[in-house]
């Protein structure tokens, strides 16, 4: 037996990063009096040298390494970078708010930083494997992460409920590879994706095995009928770290759907586009529905989360029409464009949610939102951008995003979806609005000026603007997906 | 033909002032920002002129085109152009919102800067939508207008402000989020196009073209708003602060009517045949029913309200009976109804500053109090119900007489709008401003002053000029009427 010393080149961010992680542990170790300074930084600065790494390693090639189960190309790239600057800016929001309730321990940045590193090996998994062992990562730390406020009840219900049920969604991912594995012979996508095109493979066992994959992914990507821990998770977290959740995440379990799906089962797309079809549907419509009801902001955004992740959802359904792949760039890059859209209005939505906050008090019912344009006007004005862009109102970046997936969806000639969804849109509208109303028609409950540091401020306004940037200019982030996508596949 | 982008500027220059008013901040600077919003409308309305007296009578083609790419990816692209049928409109909505800065002035007190610049963003935005010629471009500022109108109602709006508010959002989301869907659908079948205009000459069967013709009657007829999706009217213009209601009836109203123009009839004329008489049923309900719905009102804004409905069916009347009289003669009642309801609703506006009531019966004898008011009132009331001289017969004799080509019943039951119009405006009238002083309010009350008087004779000399001498309004028109006309008796099938 030969041993080959693989190509590290390409995964030189992600051994940066786990480095990285290891520093961190030390570090704050032996400088206990400035740890979570140090850390902190320590992690900032990981996630800046790791894009730098990204950027320069950046190769249009699909290079793959580590007998191949790893994969280098530019829609693993351009989503770790989107990651980077997710937990980037998650971190930035919820600083402040950690240290107000001292939970800002060294620990925390460790964690974040082992959850980066999950999610990168998620976007750049080419292997059944190496995507598991990613997933499990990133859902380790976050698990941990929800139980932060050890002392909070709720927080360590929450984090038992997400825990439980995320160890029975990684069951059912197991499972269901190994019955692919049964069927193919095969656990990288490639050689998957070869044994079922020359018709190889069991159908049934490979049928079998696709149910309990797409179980694992929707759970992750929490989607209607997986979505149980998703309220409780989102509202029992502290704000910093549902912060996390519901951005970066999402993205890497869109990659995980993508990686699995488009290149390992490609030639099933009849079956998991069928699946999708059901969850896309029933996400939207109870996302929306049940968002109405909410009072606390939190579970109102993990609803409307809830509803968003079926929109991505309707983009990944429609790639291929009765056997015609000449959709699928288009369909995908459409999905992608929404993922990353609902991260950059999720981030805002929630940063907005830590703004409000402040030590001995959680703004987390929609009525604490009360007359926000009488106490600043500015941060108004920016949480109503989040707002109408999420419920699809133009000229923001929401609007785009479901523009591009109805128009996926429609030239997949499922019209009667679209109108659907738009449907549903309508009724997410009222949610939306309400929280527009009670920040500009109501009086304000709260006088106290809002407490946040300048860093916060000009971030939030930054991710706020961005929002009505991409707005009026989609095409560049458009054209960056599509382009990513196209290299890769 | 000037090398300037007038669409452009007249679409920009409110949108950026309006940015900037809003960035004089607190209500410390409220001065500041009036006279700034009153800049920036002027300028707006200064940019449009040109439009009309550079405006090429011969050609139906669209004029001051504009176009760059926007989103490549999706071939949508920043395409703006006026015809006659949109250009009037452009300076109409340009006017209005002088007037509206102005009726504004006083009157509102707090957060002065955010109420201009809703105004103005608004403005920009409704010239957007009148001139876009890339569907998703109409789209994008159709909808965008609604976050405006949406604060305006809500935040400076009466008691019910929040329910009205909400309700004229989601009516008109519902009918426009369909639109969108028939917008892919359309750019699917023309192979990747967004361009209305190419949209114009696409072959459709009759079956996407009836369903298309749904959705856009859906989207168009809560906006103008027909009857039965009418309910959301009332309510937002009872609740809507002074400035609100005008812009609402005099601009809002009829982006409906001319979506029908730009969209429905060109785009799927088959279904717009077929679907003739349902329209011309629908709208001659707006017209009668609503006609004597205003007449029983006690709410001075709601009557005007109602009375907007009515003069709206009559506009919709005259689009469905596929002649030049009939369709020239709606295009005139919309610009009328644009002075003449906005006029109408800045005097209610200048009672109700006075009063804090729109009760009629909380009035009488104000003519003895404000006599100069008074006369303006009742030239505007007596537009409003159609006299002779003034811009409100024009259209509405335009489109009787289309209605007697086209058939003899239709006719007859249009043509009780001029009984019943007079019924319920000088009716109303009469209570408010003639009788006995009803109470001692009413006899304190103070007559006009400069700024009121600037603006309501400035609506007076519109109103006239377009009674007495309305050829400069029809005279653009005509080509792009015909041209219209010629469009759609041809089949697409």
Redesign the interface.
């Not at chain 2, 926007?70 to 999706?74: H, I, L, N, S």
């Given at each position: 037996m030969n041993f080959v010393v693989p190509d590290f080149y390409p995964a030189a961010a992600e051994i940066f990063v786990a480095v990285m992680a290891l520093v961190i542990m030390l570090a704050s170790t032996f400088a206990r009096r400035i740890a979570s300074n140090l850390a902190y930084i320590l992690a900032q600065g990981t996630l800046i040298v790791a894009a730098l790494i990204t950027v320069v390693t950046m190769d249009s090639e699909i290079t793959l390494t580590f007998s191949s189960m790893f994969v280098s190309d530019l829609l693993g790239d351009f989503l770790k970078l989107m990651i980077y600057f997710a937990v980037a800016i998650g971190l930035l929001y919820g600083r402040g708010y950690l240290a107000d309730r001292s939970m800002d321990r060294p620990e925390y940045y460790l964690l974040t930083v082992l959850m980066t590193l999950g999610m990168m090996v998620m976007v750049t998994s080419n292997h059944m494997l190496s995507l598991y062992i990613g997933l499990e990562m990133m859902s380790l730390a976050l698990y941990a992460m929800v139980a932060f406020d050890r002392d909070s009840v709720r927080s360590t219900e929450a984090a038992m409920k997400y825990f439980v049920l995320g160890a029975l969604a990684s069951g059912m991912l197991l499972y269901g590879m190994s019955m692919i594995y049964a069927a193919t012979g095969s656990l990288d996508f490639g050689g998957v994706a070869e044994s079922i095109y020359h018709q190889s493979a069991n159908k049934t066992v490979l049928t079998f095995g696709l149910v309990f994959v797409m179980a694992g992914v929707a759970f992750k990507l929490g989607v209607v009928p997986f979505h149980m821990w998703v309220p409780d998770v989102y509202h029992g977290a502290p704000s910093a770290v549902t912060l996390m959740i519901a951005t970066a995440p999402k993205l890497a379990a869109f990659a995980m759907a993508l990686r699995l799906f488009v290149f390992g089962l490609f030639d099933l797309a009849e079956h998991w586009q069928t699946m999708m079809l059901f969850l896309a549907v029933l996400s939207i419509i109870l996302g929306n529905i049940a968002a109405i009801a909410q009072t606390n902001i939190k579970r109102m955004l993990a609803y409307s989360g809830i509803s968003h992740m079926g929109f991505v959802l309707l983009g990944l359904l429609a790639g291929v029409v009765n056997g015609d792949q000449h959709f699928a760039l288009n369909a995908y890059s459409s999905a992608m464009f929404y993922a990353v859209a609902y991260v950059v209005m999720s981030l805002a939505s929630f940063g907005m949610v830590i703004l409000l906050s402040r030590a001995g008090f959680e703004a987390e019912n929609i009525d604490d939102f009360k007359g926000l344009n009488k106490r600043n006007s500015w941060f108004a004005a920016m949480m109503m951008i989040v707002m109408f862009s999420m419920a699809g109102i133009p000229f923001f970046i929401g609007f785009f995003a479901k523009l591009a997936v109805l128009q996926a969806v429609v030239a997949a000639g499922h019209i009667w979806l679209a109108v659907l969804a738009v449907i549903m849109s309508v009724i997410g509208a009222f949610y939306y609005l309400r929280v527009v109303k009670v920040m500009y028609f109501d009086e304000p409950e709260d006088a106290a000026p809002l407490h946040a540091a300048p860093d916060i401020r000009v971030m939030l306004s930054a991710n706020g603007l961005a929002i009505a940037v991409f707005g009026l200019f989609p095409q560049g982030l458009m054209s960056l997906c599509a382009y990513a996508l196209m290299a890769s596949l | 033909m000037t090398g300037m982008p007038l669409l452009s500027l007249a679409i920009w220059i409110p949108i950026l002032g309006g940015l900037l008013v809003l960035a004089t901040?607190s209500d410390r600077n409220a001065p500041l920002a009036r006279y700034l919003a009153l800049t920036v409308a002027f300028l707006g309305l200064v940019v449009t002129i040109p439009l009309w007296m550079l405006f090429d009578t011969s050609t139906s083609a669209m004029q001051f085109v504009e176009f760059a790419p926007?989103?490549?990816?999706?071939n949508i692209n920043y395409q703006l152009g006026v015809d006659g049928i949109s250009m009037l409109f452009v300076v109409l909505n340009a006017f209005i919102t002088v007037i509206v800065v102005i009726a504004g002035w006083q009157v509102i007190q707090d957060?002065v800067a955010?109420y201009m610049a809703a105004f103005l963003i608004m403005s920009g935005l409704m010239n957007g939508i009148f001139s876009a010629l890339d569907g998703?471009l109409f789209?994008?500022?159709f909808?965008?207008s609604?976050?405006p109108l949406?604060?305006i109602i809500?935040?400076w709006g009466g008691a019910n402000?929040?329910y009205a508010?909400?309700k004229f959002?989601?009516y008109t989301?519902?009918g426009s989020?369909?639109m969108?869907?028939a917008l892919?659908?359309l750019?699917?079948e023309s192979g990747g196009s967004f361009n209305i205009l190419t949209w114009h000459q696409l072959p459709l069967a009759i079956g996407p073209q009836t369903l298309i013709f749904w959705a856009f009657l859906i989207a168009f007829a809560v906006k103008v708003p027909m009857w039965p999706v009418h309910t959301w009217l009332p309510d937002a213009h009872v609740e809507a602060p002074t400035g609100g209601s005008v812009v609402l009836a005099a601009i809002a109203l009829k982006l409906g009517a001319y979506g029908f123009l730009r969209f429905s009839l060109p785009i799927v004329p088959d279904a717009a045949h077929a679907m003739a008489p349902l329209m011309i049923t629908l709208s001659l309900i707006a017209v009668v029913y609503i006609g004597f719905v205003a007449l029983v009102q006690t709410d001075m804004k709601k009557l005007v309200a109602y009375s907007s409905i009515a003069h709206m069916g009559f506009v919709t009347l005259g689009f469905f009976m596929f002649n030049a009289l009939g369709i020239e003669g709606a295009l005139v009642q919309m610009i009328s109804h644009g002075f003449v309801s906005g006029a109408m609703f800045l005097c209610i506006g200048v009672l109700y500053d006075r009063m804090h009531s729109r009760n009629i019966a909380d009035y009488g004898g104000v003519v003895k109090t404000m006599p100069k008011f008074a006369a303006f009132f009742m030239l505007f009331a007596m537009a409003n119900a159609g006299l002779p001289g003034t811009s409100g017969f024009v259209g509405e004799f335009m489109v009787v007489l289309g209605a007697v080509q086209f058939d003899f019943w239709v006719a007859f039951f249009a043509a009780t709008t001029l009984i019943l119009g007079a019924a319920y405006t000088l009716w109303m009238y009469k209570r408010v401003i003639f009788g006995r002083i009803g109470n001692d309010h009413v006899a304190q009350l103070d007559d006009i002053g400069s700024r009121e008087f600037a603006f309501l004779a400035l609506l007076a000399l519109c109103v006239l000029a377009m009674g007495l001498y309305p050829f400069p309004f029809t005279e653009v028109m005509h080509a792009s009427v015909d041209e219209l006309l010629r469009h759609v008796a041809v089949s697409k099938l």
């Open positions: - | 901040g926007w989103v490549p990816r999706f957060k955010q998703i789209y994008v500022f909808e965008a609604l976050i949406y604060l809500g935040i402000r929040v508010a909400l959002f989601i989301l519902v989020l369909l969108l869907v892919l659908y750019f699917m």
